[in-house]
């Protein structure tokens, strides 16, 4: 089965982080195995990618994080969307489209 090359997805991490916290917070782990069961296996996102993904939304407002106590006790840093996130999260939709657009007319040049 073929994977998706970070390269290629890398700019659109941000986008799918978003979209899983728009529905609730969420901690590391399991917006990891959340991204790879949406994917169906296809996108497997790296544990230093998601926490410089964190590191990079949470110094530009889109997220903030805090400290909770999961049900077995553990506390963990969860990660919650902002407004500006949800800003974002919507530019970024439309910059998708459009680039979604662009991209097909050399891939699927004619139909």
């Known amino acids: 089965m073929i994977e998706i090359s970070s390269d290629i997805i890398r700019g659109y991490n941000d986008t799918m982080i978003l979209f899983l916290l728009k529905k609730e917070p969420s901690y590391g782990y399991e917006l990891s195995k959340q991204i ?4 169906d296996g296809k996108y497997i996102i790296k544990e230093t990618t998601l ?3 964190f ?3 949470e110094k530009n407002g889109y997220i903030e994080s805090f400290v909770s106590e999961s049900d077995t006790g553990k506390k963990r ?3 919650r969307i902002t407004e500006a996130g949800i ?3 919507n ?8 680039t979604k657009e662009v991209v097909e ?3 699927n040049p004619g139909g």
């Not at 790879?36 to 994917?39: D, E, G, P, T």
Request: aromatic letters at 26%; proline letters at 0%.
């Open 51 to 53: 926490y410089s993904a």
């Open 91 to 98: 530019e970024k939709c439309e910059e998708w489209q459009l």
């Open 105 to 107: 007319r050399f891939v």
């Open 36 to 39: 790879k069961n949406l994917s």
């Open 55 to 57: 590191s990079r939304m």
């Open 87 to 89: 800003q974002y999260y």
């Open 77 to 79: 840093t969860y990660y």
